[in-house]
């Protein structure tokens, strides 16, 4: 079996690219996943994500050093998201000694989101300092563009087929899903998250949303002053301090609609309401999103009416 270096860029002091979606957080999904994947085929995987570095020096030089403290590496694979209002999916590598494997990932990355590939597709650079300091080959996959809508969906709901398809893609073969695990797991209600934010009102602060608690328990405990909350707003992990309430912003990172989201509505901004809130996202704007956005307005101090105007959507994103 091989070994593989995994990595996720940035982190959240040094923030990646944001639009629609933050890269520092939907990166780490599809980290994940690729690691999952990778050692369900029995395959030894270091995960070499930086979490300390203040900077995008100290991030970059964090990265290198945990990747070169391993012995025989196979392949290192760092994963980013794109921004600039492109679409589709790029691969980098420093030389040509990688084209086999990065061909692979970027097919299969492609095929998984239904992206093509943006510009050539792979490409040589040896600008790049993880793939010019880096003892192992490396191969950088930016997987679709944060700021462009269309990417920015497809990637977000599709991580873990993502993650599968670089994990393919590195092996060159397909992967069996790993069975779950037997003990019991809790059970969440249906569209439930456990959400890790610095306080319950505070939805900027989100850095992981997961239906599982203990994934969600695990990051908090990696990034001082986060906590994690229920649905309903209940903290069921953290330092017990008041939750302070948050301000709506104009600035937020999906930008208003400028019409309001209500009863009735149907489309894209809906479907975005619906998982910020927690039902499924079919696009309706029917009963049940007008009970759960209510609900949504009632934890975070904001007039209960179920409607989506520019101060809740603020909120929300």
Request: contains cysteine.
């Amino acid at each position: 079996m091989a070994k593989y270096s995994i990595h996720a860029g940035h982190n959240f002091h040094v923030t990646g690219a944001h639009g629609f979606i933050k890269e520092e957080v939907v990166d780490r999904q599809i980290k994940d996943a690729t690691i999952k994947y990778l050692r369900a085929a029995g395959q030894t995987v270091y995960d070499d994500t930086d979490e300390d570095g203040r900077t995008q020096n100290q991030n970059l030089a964090n990265i290198v050093r945990k990747v070169n403290s391993h012995s025989s590496i196979d392949l290192a694979v760092s994963i980013h998201l794109n921004a600039g209002k492109g679409t589709g999916i790029e691969v980098y590598q420093y030389d040509n000694k990688t084209d086999a494997v990065a061909q692979r990932i970027l097919k299969n990355v492609c095929k998984a989101t239904g992206l093509h590939g943006h510009g050539v597709g792979v490409k040589k650079n040896q600008g790049l300092y993880v793939l010019r300091n880096t003892k192992p080959s490396a191969i950088l996959v930016e997987c679709g563009f944060v700021d462009t809508d269309h990417d920015a969906d497809v990637v977000s709901e599709h991580t873990d087929a993502v993650g599968k398809a670089i994990a393919e893609g590195i092996l060159g073969k397909s992967v069996t899903a790993p069975k779950p695990a037997s003990k019991p797991a809790s059970k969440p209600v249906s569209g439930h998250l456990y959400r890790v934010r610095k306080s319950a009102g505070d939805a900027k602060s989100q850095i992981g949303a997961f239906k599982d608690k203990a994934n969600a328990i695990n990051l908090a405990k990696k990034h001082s002053g986060y906590e994690v909350y229920d649905e309903s707003g209940n903290k069921v992990y953290g330092a017990s301090k008041p939750a302070s309430k948050p301000q709506a912003s104009s600035q937020s990172i999906v930008p208003y609609p400028g019409h309001l989201i209500k009863q009735g509505s149907r489309g894209k901004d809906v479907q975005r309401v619906q998982r910020a809130v927690g039902v499924t996202p079919d696009g309706i704007y029917g009963p049940a999103t007008k009970k759960a956005v209510q609900a949504y307005q009632k934890r975070h101090g904001l007039a209960a009416d179920g409607i989506v105007g520019e101060k809740t959507w603020g909120v929300m994103f």
